[in-house]
């Protein structure tokens, strides 16, 4: 049964279990809800939540570990040189999911019978051409040790799926039973519903907080890693960068201070535009602005912040960049002949300079808004002009918090991709000029983990050493941001 299946039906037997715990409590109180001990809602949420929580968890778990242990009993049929190289086997595992997958729609398409899919000994040719035939695309040919490792697969992929099932509904039948026979008037329903309830909000933040630590590990045990294979002085420390996936170290030359470089300098002018853009906006919004204006023009400005980074892009790469080049290029308008393509710093810097305009606009308004109005009126009354008062009341209370809307905006350019990649070129080099094409740390992670990466080469895992420094570096800006914040933050009764 597909997944969305046995969910749906559980979702169903947990409706179910609410209307009769709602209507169990109300018959045991002889139909008077005064009678109960809470609210008939509670006894039905009661029901619900026992015949739901537990089994969609066991569902979640269940669906999480089954693949990697049907992987781990597979291995003992896979050829021995496969199993001794994780990228190799990763690869051989990929093609047998992926001959599985092509199993498995043939059958459903009527392309075979489920009996041929399990007995399938015809051979490779015909393999292909069956599979082929419903629009299965394979790299490599199917050997016979793969088929018959995909149609391990299916086997045990089956009856897992078959036994999840079984386990998922019987928990959510026998929750709801259980619920249903210890509802009565005099049950603390409540008390226990407000009970699972913070159950779930505790299991929820640790989810969260188990999450983020997955992540670093992840990146910790892979630096590590590369920091093994690679020597640690020539990566921080070398200006050159230069991969090669020619072999395995063969000549690679993985210096991460041009990457360091250009990042920073692409955020410098992003930060050029959008800071002064901004800020000015939020001013003029928060002070300036009528209520009828600044209802239509806030909204209008923060449309930006929605708009998908991709769009921003391609704004780079088609319009922007042509433009600089009328501007700078060779034989452009102003004739100084300083930017040669449309990839560059500053057409990157642009573009992303105006997609953080909202962010900062955003931030600096509601730092803005929330200096108390008796500050403005003391200022005024005292006979400062309006211009005064903001310039010397105002802003200078907001600040702090107009300072760490800045370093959250700079954390943000440093984690942008997509425009970088677009706009700013693919050259890894240390130069001054902004009408040069540079790239960034987030660039290169994309481009050493497009395609078939091996991830036992330094070419590879240098994707994770560069995006520790990058979580390094934007931690500690966003730390370096809400001290600035809490140190000179104001307090206003």
């Known amino acids: 049964m597909p997944g969305i299946w046995t969910i749906l039906i559980v979702l169903a037997v ?21 009678q109960l001990h809470s609210l008939p809602s509670y006894y039905g949420a009661n029901a619900a939540l026992a015949g739901l929580v537990g089994a969609l968890l066991v569902f979640a778990v269940w669906s999480l570990v089954q693949p990697v242990l049907i992987d781990r009993s597979l291995s003992a049929s896979l050829p021995p040189e496969a199993v001794e190289n994780a990228a190799t086997r990763g690869l051989l595992m990929a093609d047998v999911r992926r001959v599985a997958d092509g199993l498995d729609q043939a059958v459903a398409m009527g392309a075979m019978t489920e009996e041929t899919a399990r007995t399938l000994d015809t051979g490779t040719d015909d393999i292909r051409a069956m599979l082929g035939d419903i629009g299965v695309a394979l790299g490599s040919d199917v050997s016979a040790s793969t088929l018959e490792a995909a149609q391990r697969y299916r086997a045990l992929a089956g009856t897992a799926t078959l036994w999840k099932t079984i386990v998922t509904l019987a928990i959510s039948l026998g929750g709801t039973a259980l619920a249903l026979a210890i509802t009565n008037k005099d049950f603390r329903a409540r008390n226990t519903v407000e009970r699972g309830i913070l159950t779930l909000l505790i299991f929820a933040a640790c989810l969260a907080i188990a999450t983020t630590l997955g992540i ?4 910790i045990f892979n630096t590590i890693e590369f920091l093994r294979l690679y020597p640690p002085a020539e990566f921080f420390f070398g200006t050159t960068w ?16 041009p990457l360091l470089w250009g990042t920073f300098y692409i955020s410098l002018v992003a930060l050029l535009v959008a800071v002064p853009i901004g800020l000015f906006s939020a001013i003029y919004l928060s002070e300036y ?11 209008m400005l923060e449309v930006l912040a929605g708009i998908p980074t991709i769009v921003y892009g391609l704004f780079a790469l088609l319009t922007v960049g042509p433009l600089l ?4 290029g060779e034989g452009g308008l102003l004739g100084v002949g300083w930017m040669r393509g449309g ?13 953080l305009i909202p962010f900062v606009s955003s931030l600096s308004d509601d730092i803005i808004n929330a200096v108390p109005q008796a500050m403005r009126d003391g200022s005024l009354g005292l006979g400062a002009t309006h211009s005064e008062t903001v310039r010397q009341v105002i802003l200078p209370a907001a600040l702090p918090g107009i300072v760490g809307a800045i370093l ?9 991709t997509m425009i970088v990649v677009l706009g700013a070129g693919a050259a890894a080099q240390l130069s001054l000029n902004p009408f040069e094409a540079m790239t960034t740390v987030t660039a290169k992670i994309v481009s050493q983990l497009t395609g078939d990466a091996d991830f036992t080469s330094p070419e590879a895992l240098v994707a994770f050493g560069l995006g520790m420094t990058l979580f390094v570096v934007t931690l500690g800006l966003n730390v370096f941001a809400l001290w600035i914040v809490r140190r000179y933050r104001e307090q206003y009764e």
């Open 14 to 34: 947990a409706v179910a279990g609410y209307v009769l715990g709602r209507r169990r409590a109300l018959a045991s109180a002889g139909g008077d809800h005064r």
């Open 216 to 219: 670093v590990l992840s990146l």
């Open 242 to 257: 230069s991969p090669s996936f020619t072999g395995r170290g063969g000549g690679s030359e993985l210096g991460m201070l």
């Open 289 to 299: 602005a009528s209520p009828t204006v600044r209802g239509i023009a806030k909204p």
């Open 325 to 328: 080049v009328d501007l700078f």
């Open 343 to 355: 990839t560059s710093v500053m057409t990157a810097g642009l573009v992303m300079g105006i997609m």
């Open 408 to 416: 959250l905006a700079a954390s943000r350019a440093i984690g942008e």
